[in-house]
């Protein structure tokens, strides 16, 4: 079942003034519960403005956006009809009064916790520390929860092992820290709701390869821990093929393609046609095998490839 | 691309764009006191046709001209009630009579409506012919060079003219990515379920401090930054500093000047020679 969906979703930023600049139009995707999808595109195809949807940051302009079937901005109004209609349609006689009382507390409670079950990490996050110490910031997201004192700490114990915090980190201040360790803090501060949708956007820009792997390393065990749902931003390709089921392509606010990785970097001149390219050992193999060398197309990653040129290798005698 | 306009620059090609800032500045005080001066109705009727003429030439839509507007609607609505009601003449002409206090008869009379119709007329020249001189047709750093400019001399006495317009300029420069840092800040935090808006005063207080915080780091970082850049790029103040846009003084410059001394002159002799026209100076 999917767990988050858009339904011909459309954004426009600043409607009805000069600036007024479409970001999306038109959307429609289902992101499979526990699945990991990549969002890839260009910078300006709207991949942060279609996140914001879907943690209410943003509301939609056109379209709606559902979380467990449930349209995250519906109004009581709407939904008491549709409701009252089906109940009818069964034969159910039902108190309208009780039913609406019902749906109020329903939808107050969905869009309180929405930011909580629906975890953004924004782009560069290490702006948003601001707590004296690391462990104080990661609990704040947490508090603003409600939870309770020792339900905190566990919490915090449990998240600093996923992004690999020690506690001498958790104590300093988080304007102390180097930058990895800061954006591994500031994601832990969103870990630490436990969503059930984990939606990141470039979780590793700007970081070197090492800090790249262990965000994504982090990210993975998050998953695996809580079983969540999880939404990648990335722009890079070799990240995407490593770590994601599913791809989703961005192109100006349009969805230009979806599907497994393979489906999606299968089909590399539709996806250079948007000016995005697949993984470069794609490429590799891609060129190996036009000059004659028998390998297995669809190879997306550094460790497929090795072990399909070294079986190769093999099969030819060649060493 | 995001939605900051500041000072609401509006960009065209048009004779009034093109003039210079120095000019502008001056031309402006000029036309301040020029609409001060206007006394009656045809040196009002001079003021409107200058104002007219400003804003075809400027190209500046006209919904954005009315637009200026708005924000001194209560002023105006004010200064208009004030002058309706409250104009003290002996022999008035009473249209509408309230009744008398204190010994004396308050009313509508017809003194009071040209006052208060000249009173509306005078603030909304002003804030046109300014906000069109000014806001709409000179960008605030062009602003900021021409005050610069004007304010050269005090160089002689070592007061660091140059130094106050960087800093006004850079200023200016960063109110928009201020903006945009504020506002990303702010939906991390709410999207660790910050609420602004449940709760008393203190509670509202309280929730501004995760984002002024990590808005007071960045500006700071990002000052360092950009002192670092300029000092790498040999920045020093002082006299010797050339400029890249020169401010160069041209003919049409020249014209618009003399046109508002005419302007200013014509109001002045108007008042003269058509003093037989009631006006009643405001209080
Ligand atoms: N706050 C904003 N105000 C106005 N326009 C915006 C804003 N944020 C983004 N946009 C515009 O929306 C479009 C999509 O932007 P964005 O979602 O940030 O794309 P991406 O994350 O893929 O780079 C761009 O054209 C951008 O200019
Ligand atoms: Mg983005």
């Known amino acids: 079942m999917a767990k988050l969906e858009l339904s011909h979703v459309g954004y426009v930023y600043n409607p009805g003034t000069e600036f007024s600049s479409v970001a999306l139009e038109d959307v429609s995707v289902s992101f499979e519960e526990h699945a990991v999808t990549g969002i890839i595109g260009h910078t300006g195809s709207g991949k942060s403005t279609l996140l914001q949807l879907l943690n209410g940051l943003l509301k939609p302009t056109t379209g709606q956006v559902l979380l467990d079937g449930q349209d995250i901005h519906e109004t009581v109004k709407a939904k008491l009809a549709r409701e009252m209609e089906k109940a009818e349609a069964e034969g159910l006689r039902i108190s309208k009064r009780q039913k609406k009382k019902e749906i109020r507390t329903e939808l107050d409670e969905l869009r309180k916790t929405l930011c909580f079950r629906v975890g953004l990490v924004m782009q560069y996050p290490e702006y948003q520390l601001f707590e004296e110490t690391v462990r104080k910031d990661i609990a704040f997201g ?11 700490n566990a919490r915090i114990a449990k998240v600093a092992g996923i992004v690999g915090l ?3 980190h958790l104590n300093k201040s988080p304007f102390d820290l180097s930058g990895g360790q800061k954006r591994r803090a500031a994601i832990a501060g969103v870990l630490a709701m436990e969503p059930e949708v984990l939606v990141l956007d470039e979780p590793a820009a700007g970081l070197d390869p090492s800090g790249r792997t262990s965000i994504f390393q982090s990210i993975l065990e998050y998953r695996k821990e809580t079983n969540a749902t999880v939404l990648i931003v990335s722009h890079s390709m070799e990240d995407m093929a490593a770590y994601c089921d599913r791809v989703l392509v961005m192109n100006r606010g349009r969805v230009f393609m979806q599907g497994s990785c393979r489906d999606v970097f299968e089909q590399s001149g539709e996806l250079e046609k948007t000016g995005l390219d697949v993984p470069q050992v794609t490429h590799l193999i891609d060129l190996l095998r036009s000059s004659g060398i028998d390998l297995p197309q669809g190879i997306f990653t550094v460790d497929d490839a090795v072990s399909a040129i070294a079986s190769r290798l093999r099969e030819g005698g060649c060493s | 691309m995001k939605s900051i306009s500041l000072g ?6 048009s004779v009034i764009h093109r003039l210079d800032p120095r000019g502008k500045i001056v031309l402006t005080i000029l036309f301040i006191v020029s609409t001060f001066l206007a006394k009656n109705v045809i040196s009002f009727a001079l003021l409107i046709l200058f ?7 400027s190209r500046v839509p006209l ?3 009315l637009r200026s507007l708005r924000g001194v609607t209560v002023v105006i609505i004010f200064a208009a009630l004030i002058n ?3 104009t003290n003449i002996d022999q008035a002409t009473f249209l509408v009579e309230f009744g008398e206090w204190n010994g004396r008869m308050y009313g509508i009379t017809v003194e009071g409506l040209i006052r208060s119709g000249c009173m509306v007329l005078r603030i909304i020249c002003l804030i046109i012919g300014t906000t069109l001189l000014l806001t709409y047709t000179m960008t605030p750093i062009e602003l900021t060079d021409g005050i610069s400019n004007l304010l050269h001399p005090l160089m002689k006495i070592h007061i660091p003219v140059d130094l106050f317009a960087m800093m006004m300029s850079i200023a200016l420069r960063f109110i928009p990515t201020l903006s945009e840092d504020a506002e990303r800040i702010m939906n991390a935090q709410k999207s660790r379920g910050t609420n602004f808006s449940d709760g008393g005063l203190i509670r509202k207080a309280r929730a501004l401090i995760p984002i002024l915080i990590p808005l007071f780091v960045s500006s700071f970082k990002r000052g360092e930054e950009l002192a670092v850049a300029m000092e790498c790029r040999c920045y020093h103040s002082g006299d010797d500093r050339t400029r890249m846009e020169v401010l160069k003084w041209h003919v049409r410059d020249t014209l618009f000047f003399l046109l508002l001394i005419a302007l200013g002159a014509g109001i002045v002799l108007i008042n003269i020679f058509f003093a037989w026209i009631p006006y009643f100076t405001v209080l």
């Open chain 2, 84 to 86: 309706l009601f409250l």
């Open chain 1, 166 to 168: 020690t506690e001498r």
């Open chain 2, 8 to 13: 609401r620059y509006y960009a065209a090609d």
């Open chain 2, 63 to 65: 919904s954005l001209i």
């Open chain 2, 51 to 57: 104002v007219a003429a400003l804003s075809l030439l």
């Open chain 1, 142 to 152: 947490p508090k603003n929860m409600g939870l309770s004192e020792e339900e905190i």
